[in-house]
């Protein structure tokens, strides 16, 4: 909390002190101190306060005639607590965190009627915060709007005005966005005040009177002469901000404090002016005027005029950011349309005619229209997620966020947080509010992957969430409820699982709603041919090669291959070909294949010798040669040259020569 020291002497109220954490407040008769007391019984540095770890207190720094708090002498440190009165002779000042509390009742006369013994909302608008310029006059209505000066319509100023203010209404509809307003807006008002320096800013998002307000961005300065922006002082933007009403400040140059914090010396400001830009209870931003030239200072006219010009801001700048917003809509639902075309198109990335691949197609479009919870098991690279992505485009949800969670890749906490999010401040780190996947997937659907890495914790509330239970961010006490479908994945024995202990059995249950099971290319090797044209014109036309298919011995080869890396190994093993063919036609010796792998191995060697001393070039054998040690050395490019006994800068001359770079 805030903490406060309010000075009073006599029944005079002079000023308000905000404590600062880390720093100590001296006071004293001293000019030196922060806190100069002008009394004979003061001593020169007569007493401090400062903080320990949560606790404000006070010590006496021997003191001629002694500090008392609250009638008791000080000796040593002292807590103070909020309420108490530090009494230095004459003066008093008392400690607070609530302005409205902070004099207890006596019998000293109050400045304004009230009730006894508090400050009222009158004094506290009359005491300036040390350190700030004074408020001298506040606005909250529109007076053009509420028809105060309707009576005053014969003057000359206020015809000029209500002439300026049409003008500028007709101005402010031709506004394109929100920085040609904001222009606007500032030439109106630089011409219709006394301000020769103006800047509007705005929030991030409009935002409710309750609301937290977050940082303000400078969308439009004008100045008269060359001077730089200078930010307005944080006591006057928060002060509108939350009183919601515009404010004339004077003797702002004069305020030593503030212009050491905002550098506002620099402008030399005599008189400033700040004002929401609200409309209904959201508040948009802020306009603050600065008047440098003392003949001419900012009047409480120019405040009520800044203020209808606010508030017919507002107006302008609440339709163009729906604007803005309808336009940001429409380009997202083009990219959605196109992203939802290749993705509905992802029935033509199930390539193959094999009896399994049909018959997975085929549960895919019955399952599909159901939201039934989906447990893909299959190999590492199967293309499990393919499935998932095909069966969430074929569903009701289509329209509906797809978003995609590894959950092998975090530990139990970070996952609990990325799955279900957390509020500000729930652990070290936190430093916002995160929406989890749950969330973000609301009206879509939710993948996934290895679920059966899931620890014991996550998947209780993980089980809650699916039998249709609100949860909680971490750190948070607000249930939120979902609409989401869950298609989960894994490569991993969930039975064994089960039976070792480590994975629940009623989540298995649940999981196993609907079960499919995608079989690895092994035991559909007639797909190969098929996927591998498939890859190979995606590649060809992604990195531009003129690569448009494949040699009968590549084929072969590749089909004879029994790929323990799946769909994602061939997938890869096309992309390395497509890079290092240096023809029209993929040949067998661009075919590059892991150890790792079977299959026919005297079929393999033949197709390999044939490669090796058929048509091809000693360019192309030394091209697939480096390609070979980048691969075996995880392309460490240093760790290659040495091998292949050249210079790290010779290599790089023969992949430039290549067109080679490392495979993604």
């Not at 996934?448 to 249709?468: H, Y």
Request: charged residues 25%.
């Amino acid at each position: 909390m805030i903490a406060y020291l309010v000075v009073r002497e006599g029944s005079k109220w002079r000023d308000v002190y905000r404590l600062t954490p880390g720093q100590v407040m001296t006071i004293g008769r001293a000019p030196t101190n922060r806190i100069v007391l002008h009394d004979e019984v003061c001593s020169r540095y007569h007493c401090e306060v400062f903080q320990t770890g949560t606790l404000w207190k006070i010590r006496d720094l021997q003191s001629r005639n002694g500090t008392l708090v609250n009638g008791q002498e000080v000796g040593g440190e002292t807590e103070l607590k909020a309420g108490q009165v530090i009494e230095i002779g004459p003066c008093e000042l008392a400690f607070t965190y609530d302005l409205s509390q902070a004099f207890p009742k006596s019998d000293v006369e109050e400045p304004t009627e009230g009730e006894a013994g508090h400050i009222t909302a009158d004094v506290l608008d009359s005491l300036p915060i040390a350190g700030e310029p004074t408020i001298i006059h506040r606005e909250r209505e529109n007076p053009f709007l509420v028809g105060r000066r309707s009576a005053m319509l014969e003057s000359d100023r206020n015809s000029r005005e209500l002439g300026q203010l049409y003008r500028l209404a007709l101005d402010m509809g031709s506004a394109a966005n929100s920085k040609q307003l904001a222009e606007i807006v500032l030439n109106g008002l630089t011409a219709g005040t006394a301000a020769d320096i103006g800047a509007l800013l705005l929030l991030p998002a409009p935002v409710s009177s309750e609301d937290e307000a977050g940082e303000m961005s400078l969308v439009a300065y004008r100045s008269a002469g060359d001077r730089p922006y200078q930010k307005v002082s944080e006591y006057l933007s928060s002060t509108v901000l939350n009183s919601r009403e515009a404010i004339l400040a004077r003797d702002v140059s004069d305020d030593s404090l503030l212009v050491n914090r905002d550098s506002l010396g620099e402008i030399q400001a005599k008189s400033v002016i700040c004002a929401p830009i609200r409309m209904g209870r959201k508040i948009y931003g802020l306009i603050h005027l600065y008047s440098t030239d003392p003949e001419n200072k900012l009047e409480p006219d120019d405040l009520e005029y800044t203020l209808a010009v606010a508030d017919q801001c507002a107006g302008g700048l609440d339709n163009l950011l729906r604007q803005e917003k309808q336009a940001e809509e429409l380009v997202d639902l083009r990219n959605e349309k196109e992203k939802l075309k290749q993705k509905l198109g992802i029935e033509n990335e199930m390539v193959g005619n094999s009896p399994s691949l049909q018959d997975l197609k085929t549960r895919i479009v019955r399952i599909a229209p159901t939201d039934a919870t989906a447990l893909i098991r299959g190999e590492s690279g199967v293309g499990k997620e393919l499935v998932a992505r095909a069966i969430h485009f074929n569903s009701r949800r289509r329209n509906g966020p797809f978003v995609c969670m590894n959950c092998a890749a975090l530990t139990e906490s970070l996952l609990e947080s990325e799955l279900f999010g957390h509020e500000k401040g729930s652990f070290t780190g936190a430093t916002a509010r995160k929406i989890g996947k749950f969330e973000q997937a609301h009206k879509g659907t939710l993948f996934l992957d290895e679920v059966g890495e899931m620890g014991p914790t996550i998947q209780a509330k993980f089980l809650r969430v699916l039998e249709g239970h609100p949860f909680e961010r971490v750190g948070g006490s607000t249930p939120i409820q979902v609409d989401v479908r869950v298609v989960a994945a894994t490569n991993r024995d969930l039975e064994k699982a089960v039976e070792e202990g480590v994975f629940r059995k009623d989540l298995y249950f649940r999981l196993h709603v609907v079960e499919m099971v995608v079989q690895p290319l092994r035991e559909h090797l007639s797909d190969v041919p098929e996927l591998a044209k498939y890859f190979l014109e995606r590649f060809a036309g992604e990195t531009g090669r003129a690569v448009r298919d494949f040699t009968p011995a590549a084929i072969d080869k590749l089909s004879a291959y029994d790929w323990p890396g799946n769909v994602r190994e061939l997938q890869n093993a096309v992309e390395r070909a497509v890079i290092l063919c240096t023809g029209e036609l993929v040949g067998v010796g661009d075919v590059q294949l892991s150890s790792l792998g079977g299959g026919d191995e005297h079929r393999l060697i033949g197709l390999g010798a044939a490669a090796a001393f058929g048509d091809v070039t000693l360019e192309a054998v030394e091209q697939q040669h480096i390609m070979t040690v980048l691969d075996r050395t995880n392309w460490n490019k240093s760790q290659a040259a040495q091998i292949l006994g050249i210079e790290r800068s010779t290599l790089d001359r023969k992949l430039k020569r290549y067109q080679v770079s490392r495979p993604r």
